[in-house]
């Protein structure tokens, strides 16, 4: 209660917790059927302040309209069962508005009255005493009835105002959640206005449906499909359509709009303003953010950071965009804080030969070839000269790691390379790490297959998913998981088993030749950046058909991981 955060004594770490959705399931609160209902008012013009609207201003729109109170007693009959049989309540804006919805409800001929802040506490009781005993019906409440409030019996919501805050949100949805008797289900009223796009849907409906795989935008569009057990989230088309384009501005806002957020972030939640916490409350994603800019250049020009230097924030910036928001490594990622962490004061001479090599990834990520620096030490050196930038390193590369839901695996080979078994690589990180680029010449290779023939290595890249927009036909193989420890790939056009480079695959093994194979989904993200590939580890030889090109069957070291075993397996059922 002293405002302070509790999760700074615990490092900012959660251990456990329990969510909406996930309390639902275990039938440990009540289900809820949501009926978003398309307001009468629009709100796009009304004033935005501090993070949210001017309360006396939806006070003077709500309190002067009629309409609105006949349109709302519409939808109880349309939505409710019995509207003279309920125990609801009704969340309005501001003492005025509780008191008129009461006063209008009343003439309707329905029991109703209003709690506000300033009511004393025996008046309190009374009052909740007779929504308990249904002498009353509706009860219109503001500023109080958030939390701590035990109503068990309410069956009803009402929603009369938009909720700017998801904590505020919850807590109130929840005075409708709790088990009772007398209760099958909470049925929520919301009336969805035309709002400004700066008020948050995404966050709520995310936080009712709990973390799927697909997107909040895809989820309305599906009638949500992903629902808690026994609830349902049902939208008016008009209120469907609003919620979209909000979403819609709200997850992909361009630069204003971002920076907007930015300067709004503080008034409209209870946390710190980072980069993590940023992402995590608003469901903006890094790509998103990263296409318009610099995080901390973002929050300058939204005056939250101070003026800082240009050096190297263009460079860096890509990087994460374009580079490590691409790539899943830990140890890689790990070594890249390292450095950050003391500034990229490096001396190559004191870093392991592996080491060495994971340094020219790095300069591959941040650089062009054609940056000229005199040697690989000076080049990583040059990345600390912006020390507002390497923060932004040290903090993107935290979250990050702190993504990672997989284990790295060492793959055993007879020499030094950084990569790790079912991390994800961009394309020249691989390259890097292979030997293919070197600090005086970067690969240029943009084709399906790589060879080093001092390592006596080649690296097979594979797209799961083709499509005739990225691929002409004379590439569009067929590459797809038999099982989770065989991989059905098609080789590139010319290769034929009695010659040449089809031979080679088939005596790899007496030749001591290694095959990795490095597996990606598809060519691009849906953020329309280039995906970097899973590293499966080594293919050997099993069997292969025809010719020209040939079908042939590599038996993996190691399963591939879960996730990649599933995209790629659908793929054979063709």
């Not at 005493?129 to 309410?154: C, H, M, Q, T």
């Not at 949805?173 to 049925?187: A, I, P, V």
């Not at 992402?279 to 250049?297: C, D, F, M, N, Q």
């Not at 799961?464 to 193989?477: A, G, V, W």
Request: charged share 25%; hydrophobic share 40%.
């Amino acid at each position: 209660m002293d405002g302070a955060d509790i999760l700074e004594d615990f490092c900012g770490r959660i251990a456990a917790e329990i969510r909406l959705p996930e309390a639902m399931n275990k039938k440990l609160l009540t289900p809820f059927h949501y009926f978003g209902i398309t307001d009468v008012v629009d709100l796009s013009a009304v004033t935005w302040a501090r993070g949210k609207y001017v309360a006396s201003e939806l006070s003077k729109i709500y309190t002067s309209n009629d309409q609105r109170v006949s349109h709302i007693l519409h939808n109880l009959d349309k939505y409710l069962r019995d509207m003279s049989d309920v125990r609801a309540l009704g969340f309005c804006v501001t003492q005025e508005h509780a008191r008129y919805m009461s006063e209008k409800f009343t003439l309707a001929g329905l029991k109703a009255d209003y709690l506000v802040s300033s009511s004393n506490n025996g008046n309190r009781d009374a009052v909740r005493e007779r929504l308990a005993s249904k002498a009353i019906n509706y009860l219109f409440v503001v500023d109080i009835f958030n939390e701590g409030v035990d109503i068990p019996e309410i069956d009803t919501v009402l929603f009369l105002r938009p909720t700017e805050s998801l904590t505020v949100f919850l807590q109130q949805l929840g005075r409708g959640l709790r088990l009772h008797d007398e209760k099958d289900c909470l049925t929520v009223l919301d009336f969805v206005g035309n709002v400004r796009p700066e008020y948050d849907f995404e966050g709520r409906f995310r936080a009712m449906i709990g973390k799927t795989r697909t997107s909040i935008k895809k989820e309305v569009q599906d009638d949500f499909p992903h629902v808690p057990l026994g609830c349902s989230i049902i939208l008016e088309q008009k209120a469907k359509e609003t919620i979209l384009r909000n979403i819609q501005l709200a997850t992909n806002p361009n630069r204003n709009q971002l920076i907007q957020k930015i300067q709004n972030f503080e008034h409209q939640y209870d946390l710190p303003l980072t980069l993590k916490n940023f992402t995590e409350v608003t469901h903006i994603p890094l790509a998103v953010i990263y296409k318009k800019g610099s995080w901390r250049r973002l929050c300058q020009e939204a005056g939250k950071e101070a003026a800082f230097g240009k050096e190297n924030e263009k460079a860096i910036s890509s990087c994460i965009l374009r580079k490590w928001l691409s790539t899943s490594a830990p140890s890689y990622f790990n070594f890249i804080l390292k450095l950050a962490r003391k500034e990229f004061r490096v001396r190559l001479a004191d870093l392991s030969p592996v080491e060495q090599q994971m340094c020219l990834m790095l300069h591959y990520d941040v650089w062009q070839s054609e940056e000229g620096f005199p040697s690989l030490e000076a080049s990583i050196q040059a990345i600390g000269r912006n020390p507002v930038m390497v923060a932004e390193i040290i903090e993107v590369l935290g979250i990050l790691c702190e993504g990672v839901s997989f284990l790295e695996i060492e793959v055993d080979l007879p020499y030094v390379q950084p990569l790790k078994l079912h991390a994800r690589y961009t394309r020249d990180q691989m390259l890097a790490g292979f030997g293919l680029s070197t600090f005086a010449s970067k690969s240029s290779n943009r084709e399906g297959v790589a060879e080093n023939k001092e390592l006596n290595t080649e690296l097979l890249f594979i797209d799961l998913i083709k499509s005739e927009e990225n691929f002409s036909p004379t590439t569009m193989y067929n590459d797809y998981a038999i099982r989770e420890d065989l991989f059905h790939w098609q080789s590139q056009n010319a290769a034929r088993p009695d010659t040449g480079k089809g031979l080679s695959y088939i005596r790899h093994q007496e030749d001591c030749k290694h095959i990795l194979l490095f597996i990606r989904e598809q060519k691009k993200d849906e953020f329309g950046n280039t995906m970097g590939y899973v590293f499966i580890g080594e293919g050997n030889f099993q069997k292969s058909t025809g010719s020209k090109p040939m079908n042939i069957q590599w038996a993996l070291a190691e399963p591939l991981p879960h996730y990649l075993w599933n995209a790629s397996a659908k793929l054979a059922l063709g």
